[in-house]
């Protein structure tokens, strides 16, 4: 039963990208690398990075913290320990996050407009006396998502005009800023619609061609995107260095609920956090929905076990209930169905073939090698070790054994992809 708690109160946790730096985590290693990057930036040796990762493990949260870091905040530096010589760094930065249907036109005019809003807040600049036009208007830009197999081209027009401005800016504000800063979010949301590669590679040379040395690119996007960028020009996994981010550790994870919590001034019990922690699958974004659960419920200020059991079934049965429900109808039916119910149900994280063998009342894994691989493809599981496998989000275990193994459910069906229709 769920208590309600009508007292208002803030929240540390968040569902967005991470914005405060006292509460970032993890991926030390990375932040030096983009520090160090920008600090060649700022010196005149340009350099690009693409950002990536799988889906939901915090790369946005990444991006939005080296923004802060090129913008002059130094929290995540001290912390880490990083050595700057006292440098601190003094970026413009300017942040696209790309949706489907984006053209090349309309994201390099989405950098301007922010980088022309940024440059207005700089004390005795007046942007209408920079002489700047902060649009490109070629007339190109799509309406919609492109037909289905048409790419884009890279209008040289666009490059030209696009450097044209970086260049007049670089040079107009070079005495109250280090550079630039250009981020572009979800790159993968639209890499199959333009030439993105052979756009980033003409930029960044028809930048130096110019003499601008300042401006840092950073493109963030899944994993597979860059192979995406690679196959338009192979150049450019020669310009972007690429950071992978990686699955928070054990440490990493209970790390950001405590850092969340001191916020607040609150505290928690190490259950709570190892709790947290494993169902996470070192994946930041459970971490936060579950600690905002969990403190939402919470009543004097520290999480205990019963605080975590309440918030968790909040999360399952109402929070998260129809996202984790259609998530388990979209592994298909049947035994799709029964198998990842067995998995749920078994007593350890990792499943050997073997108990799904005797559990279905099949002779042998080739019976059914057609769901696992499938299950494999659509990340509902993976693989461990050969013939061992295991259950990929855990919050979708935990609802399998708390909700939708409870509920009266006629969904399980026939299973047309099932190899043991054809057998038996």
Do not use: W
Request: charged share 25%; hydrophobic share 40%; with cysteine.
């Amino acid at each position: 039963m769920i208590v309600l708690n009508f007292k208002l109160k803030f929240n540390p946790f968040t569902n967005q990208p991470l914005s405060n730096p006292n509460i970032f985590a993890g991926r030390e290693q990375e932040i030096f690398y983009m520090i160090k990057s920008l600090f060649q930036t700022a010196k005149g040796n340009p350099k690009h990075v693409f950002v990536t990762g799988e889906r939901g493990i915090g790369k946005s949260s990444y991006a939005k913290q080296i923004e802060l870091i090129a913008t002059g905040d130094r929290t995540l530096i001290d912390r880490i320990g990083i050595d700057t010589d006292r440098h601190v760094f003094e970026f413009i930065s300017s942040k696209h996050t790309c949706t489907e249907g984006n053209s090349l036109e309309q994201i390099v005019n989405s950098l301007l407009e922010t980088l022309k809003e940024k440059v207005s807040r700089i004390p005795k600049f007046n942007v209408k006396e920079l002489d700047i036009s902060f649009e490109i208007n070629l007339g190109i830009i799509k309406a919609g998502i492109n037909p289905k197999g048409q790419i884009e081209q890279v209008p040289s027009e666009l490059i030209n005009a696009f450097v044209s401005v970086l260049k007049q800016l670089s040079d107009k504000v070079m005495y109250v800023s280090e550079g630039l800063v250009l981020i572009i979010d979800e790159l993968d949301k639209v890499v199959n619609t333009a030439n993105f590669g052979s756009f980033f590679k003409a930029l960044t040379e028809r930048l130096i061609d110019k003499n601008v040395m300042n401006v840092s690119i950073v493109l963030v996007g899944i994993n597979g995107t860059m192979q995406k960028l690679t196959e338009q020009h192979e150049s450019v996994r020669r310009i972007f260095h690429e950071i992978e981010i990686p699955i928070l550790n054990m440490e990493e994870r209970k790390l950001i609920v405590t850092n969340a919590l001191n916020e607040v001034k609150a505290t928690v019990d190490i259950e709570v956090l190892n709790e947290i922690a494993h169902i996470s699958g070192g994946f930041p974004a459970p971490i936060h929905l579950l600690g905002e659960s969990i403190y939402d419920c919470d009543t004097d200020n520290h999480l205990d076990i019963n605080d975590f059991r309440i918030g968790l079934d909040k999360v399952i049965r109402y929070i998260k209930k129809s996202e984790l429900k259609d998530k388990l109808k979209g592994a298909g039916s049947g035994r799709y169905q029964q198998i990842l119910r067995i998995m749920a149900s078994y007593p350890q994280e990792n499943v050997p073939l073997s108990h799904i063998s005797q559990e279905l009342g099949v002779d042998h894994p080739r019976q059914y090698s057609t769901n696992i691989r499938k299950l494999l493809d659509n990340d509902f599981i993976e693989k461990v070790e050969l013939g061992i496998y295991k259950l990929k989000d855990k919050l979708l275990r935990t609802y399998i054994l708390n909700v939708a193994m409870l509920e009266d459910d006629d969904e399980m069906g026939y299973d047309e992809d099932s190899d043991t229709n054809i057998i038996h």
